[in-house]
């Protein structure tokens, strides 16, 4: 009973994690065999903030490896995240929670973007960053979305 009532719980935390629409990429390394190097850019919506969307641009490995599923990407990305509309929370919201998750490697390695909210500056803070099982990475970027009145007009 316990295996099922913590699959749930994983089922439903992953549910609350948005999922990224690939907007482009471009080729960084040529590789004979297997796809390019590339930079590819995604896009995603915060899953709890109405009005907000985020970009995040990160490595993906090409090559035989790459193709195949078995490169770990490296730890570089970027993000950017802004208000695109009236901002309207659909839930409480907590520190350092997920918005947004990805692979990164075979087993090891994940992608993270986490949400925190500065009620101070009335702001949104989004933070993007790898880790590991074992030794995660320094390499981070964050965004800013300051919560703006919105007006029909924009």
């Known amino acids: 009973m316990r295996g099922w009532i913590a699959l749930a719980a994983a089922a439903l935390a992953a ?9 482009g990429s471009v080729d960084t390394v040529f590789k004979v065999f297997g796809p390019n190097h590339k930079i590819v850019i995604e896009a995603f919506d915060d ?11 990160r490595a993906k490995t090409g090559g035989v490896s790459g193709a195949l599923g078995l490169a770990e990407d490296t730890s570089d990305a970027s993000i950017a995240c802004r208000q695109i509309g009236p901002v309207r929370f659909l839930s409480e919201l907590e520190d350092g929670e997920e918005v947004f998750s990805e692979r990164r490697s075979i087993l090891f390695k994940r992608l993270h973007v986490v949400r925190f909210h500065d009620k101070k500056r ?14 995660g990475s320094p390499k981070n970027a964050i965004s800013t979305v300051p919560i703006m009145p919105w007006s029909r007009s924009q």
């Open 122 to 135: 009335n702001t949104l803070v989004y933070l993007v960053y790898s880790d590991r099982l074992i030794e």
């Open 47 to 57: 899953p709890k903030v109405e009005g907000v969307a985020c970009h995040v641009s």
């Open 15 to 23: 549910a609350s994690v948005a999922a990224a629409e690939e907007i």
